[in-house]
C-alpha cells in the first residue's frame, strides 16, 4: 500500500512569489491534515480535512496561506506571497477513522522544505 | 533531508541497552497519545499509541507508559539499535483528531 506522498520534496523561492504544495493521502483515507515545522520548533498544525470539508483551520497561521481538497483526494496548500518565516518543512498525514474503536491513527508524508529567501 | 536542529535534548546510548525516551504533555484532557520516529529526510514514523484508560502498552521491541497523574509519557525502547537513531516526538490528541507534537529527543545509539 502506498503511503502519504508530497510533491515537491523541496522548494526554493524568493520573498513575494507563490508556491503550491500537493500532498496525496493514503487512499481510502477520509481524513487529511497539514502541520509545518519550522527551524527549532515543533511541528505545528495547520488544518484538517474531511473528505472535501474543513474540519479544523485552526492552526493557519494567515491569509496568505490558502488549503483546498477539491473530490475529497489530493489536497494542495498554497502559500501566496511567501514570506521569510514561512520557511520550514511542511507535513501532510492521513487517517482513516475507525468509529468503533475511536483510533485515529495519523500516517505521515516525507515533508516538503519551503525556503524563502 | 530536514534538519532537526542542534537545540534537541539528546540521548545517547550504547547498542544493546534499553533507552527510555520521556515527554510531559500539557493538556489533562488528552485522551490518546502517540510515540512518532522522524529520521532525517522522511516524515515522523507512527510507532505506538496509547488511550487515557491505560498506562502500560507493548509493541515489537518497544513499551509506552502512560502517567496521567503527573502528565508524563515514557517511551522504552528495549535491545536499542543503531537503526532506532533518529528524532523521538510525543503527541498528544484532545479528541478533535489533531495532534499537538513535543519538542523532540535525539537518540544516538553507538554501536
Known amino acids: 500500500e502506498a503511503g502519504v506522498t508530497q510533491f515537491p520534496s523541496h522548494s526554493v523561492i524568493e520573498k513575494g512569489q507563490t508556491v503550491t504544495l500537493r500532498c496525496d493521502p493514503i487512499s481510502g483515507h477520509d481524513n487529511l491534515y497539514w502541520y509545518r515545522r519550522v527551524m527549532g520548533k515543533e511541528i505545528k498544525f495547520l488544518l484538517h480535512?474531511?473528505?472535501?470539508?474543513?474540519?479544523?483551520e485552526s492552526g493557519m497561521p494567515n491569509n496568505r496561506f490558502l488549503a483546498e481538497r477539491t473530490g475529497g483526494t489530493y489536497s494542495t496548500l498554497k502559500v501566496q506571497p511567501a514570506e521569510l518565516e514561512d520557511s520550514g518543512v511542511y507535513f501532510c498525514?492521513?487517517?482513516?477513522?475507525?468509529?468503533?474503536?475511536?483510533?485515529?491513527?495519523?500516517?505521515f508524508g516525507p515533508g516538503t522544505r519551503l525556503t524563502v529567501l | 533531508g530536514e534538519s532537526v536542529g542542534l537545540h534537541l535534548p539528546t540521548l545517547s546510548v550504547q547498542e544493546g541497552d534499553n533507552s527510555i525516551i520521556n515527554c510531559a504533555y500539557s493538556n489533562s484532557a488528552s485522551d490518546y497519545f502517540i510515540w512518532y520516529k522522524q529520521e532525517s529526510g522522511k516524515g515522523p514514523q507512527f510507532i505506538i499509541d496509547?488511550?487515557?484508560?491505560?498506562d502500560k502498552r507493548q509493541g515489537q521491541r518497544v513499551t509506552v507508559l502512560l502517567n496521567k497523574t503527573v502528565k508524563h509519557l515514557s517511551l522504552q525502547i528495549a535491545a536499542t539499535q543503531p537503526g532506532d537513531s533518529a528524532v523521538y516526538f510525543c503527541?498528544?490528541?484532545?479528541?478533535?483528531?489533531?495532534?499537538?507534537f513535543g519538542k523532540g529527543t535525539m537518540l544516538l545509539v553507538s554501536p
Open positions: 480535512f474531511v473528505k472535501e470539508s474543513k474540519q479544523d
Open positions: 498525514a492521513s487517517s482513516l477513522r475507525r468509529l468503533l474503536s475511536g483510533t485515529d491513527t495519523q500516517y
Open positions: 496509547i488511550r487515557s484508560n491505560m
Open positions: 503527541a498528544e490528541n484532545t479528541g478533535y483528531s489533531t495532534l499537538t
